[in-house]
């Protein structure tokens, strides 16, 4: 098989909002917007990217996939995040995992790696 990761689909209220909310956060641009979707990829245009598409109905529960970023400075980092709207959740880890859990503006949680785990 010759497969590749094409994209990282991301369903969302408002995926102009959330697809804005990412790009600021990870330094990203804006691909292709439409009334239904928005995908962002890396300034050069890379792919891997990520698709934002409209559903519905709001997240119910847990994440079954999530993201990892790598931080320069995780507690830095961490409080950038937060001041931008994202949000501490508890998803069931230990008081001190090396990592932090946070939540996007509608609810998809991701975490923020510590330097051992960003450092792989």
Do not use: Y
């Amino acid at each position: 098989m010759a497969l590749r990761l094409w994209t990282i689909v991301v369903d969302a209220l408002n995926p102009h909002v959330l697809a804005h909310w990412w790009a600021d956060v990870l330094g990203w641009k804006i691909f292709f917007e439409s009334d239904d979707q928005v995908v962002i990829t890396t300034p050069d245009e890379r792919f891997p990217g990520m698709v934002f598409v409209r559903v519905p109905e709001k997240k119910a529960s847990k994440n079954r996939l999530h993201l990892d970023l790598a931080p320069d400075d995780q507690e830095h980092d961490v409080a950038l995040l937060l001041r931008l709207g994202a949000r501490k959740v508890d998803v069931g880890q230990n008081d001190d995992p090396g990592w932090v859990v946070l939540a996007d503006p509608e609810g998809n949680e991701f975490c923020v790696l510590g330097a051992r785990e960003g450092g792989m």
